[in-house]
């Protein structure tokens, strides 16, 4: 499931959350149409400071992503072993390209390429896969930089 915007806040009105200028803005940067791909949380306020100065701050970005992720609306993952969180709104099974060049990170979807099968006895609850390496953007720049060298 990708979460929408609307769904997203239907939920949150469902649980009783009100829909404040400061939550507002913060679903429109994680499901809307600003919505950015992956963000940490710190990414997620430097990007919403950037347009809308002094209106949010970074535990308010916190305080949302902890609500939205305990709804079942956020998922957390870690993305190049740094230790920082980013967040998807993408909920089904799925796996991560990480450019190690650029940072970009995409989803691979279906996640088709591993089998949740285990060995008897063991339950699967999560499967995570990250592929890294370099984007073809990267790529096509490095190809770009070494023909100038040459």
């Known amino acids: 499931m990708n979460v929408t915007l609307q769904y997203a806040s239907e939920r949150l009105v469902e649980e009783g959350i009100r829909i404040t200028r400061q939550r507002e803005l913060i679903l429109q940067y994680v ?3 600003k919505a950015l791909s992956h963000p940490s949380a710190e990414q997620l306020f430097e990007t ?3 347009d809308h100065p002094k209106v949010v701050s970074l535990p308010t970005v916190y305080k949302n992503i902890r609500v939205l992720r305990q709804l ?4 957390e993952l870690y993305i190049g072993q740094n230790g920082i969180a980013r967040y998807d709104k993408l909920l089904h099974p799925h796996h991560h390209l990480h450019c ?3 940072g970009s990170i995409s989803d691979v979807v279906p996640a088709l390429w591993i089998q949740q099968e285990a060995p008897a006895g063991f339950q699967v609850d999560h499967v995570y896969v990250e592929i890294s390496g370099t984007c ?3 790529r096509a720049k490095q190809s770009s930089n070494l023909a100038i060298a040459m």
């Open 136 to 138: 073809e953007s990267c």
């Open 31 to 33: 499901y809307g149409e």
């Open 100 to 102: 190690t060049c650029c």
């Open 48 to 50: 919403i400071y950037a």
């Open 72 to 75: 079942g609306l956020l998922n």
